[in-house]
């Protein structure tokens, strides 16, 4: 099965054009600020570097970090409001409360709260209030709001309310996009929220960008589907993400984590992806990136995703070197996508990790001429540095305590030496530099289960089996590899209020997608 | 004597929820609430114990009900303040002082929120040194201290006056009124002089909150193992580091219970745990054998962060590592362990202390 997959950094736009399981060609340019023209250029790259028939091409896999960065830099984002129902319980913290202000002055800081939402058990805690509700949406609509993120006390357990305001929203004001929590989050109401809001937030963007990417996917000849990846590592269709663009989130390093994987062929390692400003760190168990466990603040907003597990540490090809009272110092600062330009390689006047690695002979590029008059005690101090803190980070990254695999990724890679403190064995898999694009094409597919089940006592476990089975089968049906699938996730929520001991239980199965042609 | 500002709400809260032993509530909805009310009222006074003058009039004030609730269901903020002037009013007398019942990450903060809005100054202690599910389960009650007059608040503005014969009596009559405001009220209960808390509670339990969430927080950024400093602080041991692989949860009489189990990693390759819960940990097993139980603190961290993970927050798959630090003595007495004991939630294994 040929395929496509791309990711569009903040820096690289990567694409690689696959068929099963080997990568027939690799490209990289520069990341645009419409998206579209870098995945133009990568897409005319990948046919002069392999001449292949664009109706041959059976997917394109698309990762982008480009939903994250605009939350990051609070750029692009749709005038979003705000609006709970849980009066009079939870007014001590309105929505967007601990959000940065910088972010709620770009939305608008539009926070109502209504009357409304559940108990625990069930009960509504206020009846719901049209008039309330009403009067809410006109203030909404008077603030030049677009999108409106709706939320609910307990509506994973009932989302009547949710529903409702919907409905409103859809018949009154047909102009305005809604997100629902209940769609979008799991149990803790603040959490789910905030991720609710970013979702809503990021609608207009979501819509440009999804038309951008299949226009452009449409203009090259190519006429299959294009998926974009999410959080978990597994697809979404692109008209899912449209609607739900805050699933996307976190792909980045899901992508990088699961290409190095793919490219190594290692189960069990860490991955040290060193990009031109940043290296993350993360660790794959059993061939899966590792989650946070607790709540993590995307932007400065907390939210309940799930997401890998990364340390970033401001080591890359593009940072600054500099010599301060006899100690070398390597970033944090870097000239980013400008290394070309600003690098002494290059012609440029600023000394960079690069400049340093090729001084040491361990990469050749640009102009080496013009790095070799650099002091050999202060190449040899900088590439220790970042040697020791890279291994410091793998350090705090395993759990085992054994040294572990390190698998470097990334196009900064030649910064990491292969005699790593703590690593067994420091591999470089070929086509590592795309490893994200690479990430992107081998994208899981996945099965959820989530439905109301009757548990009977003592019957938990079968539940919860049959439960397990019908998602790993769900898994299967879309394309799952039997032998790769695995649970990633399980949720119960007692529903306290129905009879039977009814239960809302997700679970969530993941695998590999079966390639086809040699090693599927 | 000292003032606590806003600024340093978010390392009290985390080192309470430490304390919390899995309940307390969630200690980034309480930091949040304590922020607010900081930053609208100005900073607390936070007295030492031996400050206090004997004849003060100290009025305690905590929420009570199911954490897992609260994590959906958040205060409407006025419930705890409402609850204490409630007993104000009843026992006629001007309450010059406020103080924690419980550590936890948010019954620590719930006395700053009061004690921001009503200008009161806040003792630096609580009655238990930990959190515990009960309201009876207070050091004060072993010497006969009543827990009546009680008043209970909810967040519509209902308030209720309890007169019980006995703690037990306020706790199950609390309970159930508690479950119809929703599975969250603010209970204010145990008027003390200035004497008794000198006499009957844990002295400078602020300070420990604080200074576990401040080490914790420090470990973290330089790179020091933060649960290490944390077992450090409590003079506690590490029971095991896994995986959370299943775990059961009910909204039950009042409470959040439930079990955890977790497969080991690291060290503990190839073993398997197991948490009891009802709101706080109650019971911990390594392999089936009891390594910890009540009146001992079990806490559960974060592996990599050392964070706090509260009941409410344990899921499939979070990697943490459990902790076992001693009670304060005066729980492991024959009178002390009838109220708090494992045999008093069910447990028919003998009390084995830690450290």
Known sequence: MMRIGIDVGGTNTDAVLMNGSSVLAATKTHTTEDVTSGIVSALRQLREAASFDPGDVAAVMIGTTHFINALVEGKNLTPTAAIRFGLPATRALPPLVDWPRRLVDVLGGHSYLCHGGHEYDGRQI??????????????????????????????????????????????????????????????????????????????????????????TVAEAGISAPVYLSQNDGTLMDIDYARRYPVATFASGPTNSMRGAAFLSGEQDCAVVDVGGTTTDVGILQSGFPREASTDVAVAGVQTNFRMPDVLSIGIGGGSLVRSLDGRVEVGP?????????????????????????????????????????????????????????????????????????????????????????????????????????????????????????????????????????????????????PDSVSIVDIEEVPLAYLPGNATRIRVKAVGNLALGGNNA | ????????????????????????????????????????????????????????????VALMGAPTVMLEKMPAGDEATNALRAVEQLIGKRVTHTVSIEAGGLNSVTPFIAAAELGLPLVDADAMGRAFPELQMVLPTLSGVHASPMTMADERGNAITL????????????????????????????????????????????????????????????????????????????????????????????FARGE?????????????????????HLVARRDGEVVASVPDLICVLDTDSGEPVTTEMLRYGVRVTVLAAPCDPRWRTDAALELVGPGYFGYHH??????
């Not at chain 1, 000394?351 to 001084?359: F, G, I, N, R």
């Not at chain 1, 980070?393 to 572990?404: F, I, L, N, W």
């Not at chain 2, 000292?2 to 430490?18: H, K, N, W």
């Not at chain 2, 919390?20 to 980034?28: A, L, M, R």
């Open chain 1, 126 to 215: 206020s009846p719901f209030d049209e008039r309330e509700f009403r009067e809410v949406l006109d203030k909404v609509a008077d603030a030049g709001a677009r999108s409106i993120a709706v939320s609910s006390v307990f509506s994973p357990i009932n989302a009547e309310f949710e529903l409702r305001a919907a409905q409103i929203v859809d018949s009154e004001y047909p102009e305005l996009s809604v997100s629902l929590s209940h769609e979008i989050g799991r149990m803790g109401l603040l959490g789910r929220e905030n991720a609710t809001i970013i979702n809503a937030a990021l609608r207009d963007l979501a819509d440009h960008v999804t038309s951008g990417l299949s226009r």
């Open chain 1, 333 to 481: 600062g870097s000239v980013g996508y400008a290394l070309t330009e600003r690098a002494l390689l290059f012609g440029g006047d600023t000394l960079t990790a690069t400049d340093v690695a090729a001084a040491a002979g361990l990469i050749q590029l640009g102009d080496n001429d013009r790095v070799a008059g650099l002091d050999p005690a202060m190449v040899r101090a900088s590439l220790e540095s970042i040697a020791t803190r890279t291994a410091e980070t793998v350090d705090r990254m395993r759990t085992s305590a054994e040294p572990v695999p390190v698998v470097v990724v990334g196009g900064g890679g030649f910064l990491v030496p292969d005699n790593l403190a703590g690593a067994s064995a420091v591999l470089r898999p070929e086509h590592g530099s795309v490893a994200n694009a690479i990430g992107a094409a081998i994208a899981q597919v996945g099965g959820e289960v989530d439905r109301v089940f009757s548990v009977d006592p003592g019957s938990r476990d079968s539940v919860l089996d049959a439960a397990r089975q019908e998602a790993t089968d769900r898994a299967i049906a879309a394309g799952a590899r």
């Open chain 2, 1 to 60: 004597m000292r003032e606590i500002d806003e600024t340093q709400m978010s390392d009290i809260a985390r080192g309470a929820a430490v304390l919390g032993t899995g309940g307390g509530g969630d200690p980034y909805v309480g930091r949040l609430l304590a922020e607010q009310a900081l930053r609208q009222h100005g900073p607390v006074t936070l007295l030492d114990v031996d400050e206090l003058p004997d004849d003060a009039v100290v009025v305690p």
């Open chain 2, 163 to 254: 007169q019980t014969v006995d703690n037990a009596w306020a706790e199950r009559l609390a309970r159930a009124v508690a479950i119809e405001m929703g599975c969250t009220a603010a209970v204010s209960l145990y008027v003390l002089t200035g004497k008794q808390i000198k006499e009957l509670m844990v002295p400078g339990t602020i300070t420990l909150c604080e200074r576990l969430g401040t080490g914790i927080r420090e470990a973290r950024e330089q790179h020091r193992d933060p649960v290490a400093v944390a077992t450090e602080l409590l003079r506690g041991k590490k029971l095991f580091t896994g995986k959370i692989v299943d775990i059961q949860r009910r909204t039950e009489a009042g």
């Open chain 2, 260 to 280: 955890a189990h977790l497969d080991g990693v690291g060290e503990y390759l190839g073993s398997r745990f197991e948490l009891a819960f009802q709101n706080e």
């Open chain 2, 350 to 355: 003998e009390y084995m202390p830690i450290g």
